[in-house]
């Protein structure tokens, strides 16, 4: 069992910058691939980024590159969403989410290969 949870989100302008951080529990962190989601009001969730257990391979959707970096840190349990560059189309309740990793440099991208869930971090940006 895993339990993930966010934090660092919050409001912010147009432009601006935001940190998400999703902490884990559990001894086996690095074995495990991770990836941030998001959710707009009335739209579906979407892949934001994903990496690989061991770090080695990150994923980023084209609608934030350049602009959003996941890493993480294996011996804090923690991984992280780096947001610069923010438009309000941004604005979404994040998720991250944890897989057990069927490889090193596998990143999943596809919700419903997650096993684990955090409860969110609400982001907004204002225009």
């Known amino acids: 069992q895993v339990q993930l949870v966010e934090s660092g989100g919050g409001l912010v302008q147009a432009g601006g910058s935001l940190r998400l951080s999703c902490a884990a529990s559990g001894r086996t962190f690095s074995t495990y691939a991770m990836g941030w989601f998001r959710q707009a009001p009335g739209k579906e969730r979407e892949f934001v980024a994903g990496?690989?257990?061991?770090?080695?391979?990150?994923y980023t959707a084209d609608s934030v590159k350049g602009r959003f970096t996941v890493s993480r840190d294996n011996a804090k349990n923690t991984v992280y969403l780096q947001m610069i560059s923010l438009k309000p189309e941004d604005t979404a309740v994040y998720y991250c989410?944890?897989?057990?990793?069927?490889?090193?440099?596998?990143?999943?991208?596809?919700?419903?290969?997650?096993?684990?869930w955090g409860q969110g971090t609400q982001v907004t940006v204002s225009s």
């Open positions: 990496i690989s257990g061991g770090g080695g391979r990150t």
């Open positions: 989410a944890a897989r057990l990793g069927i490889s090193t440099l596998w990143v999943p991208v596809a919700s419903r290969e997650y096993t684990y």
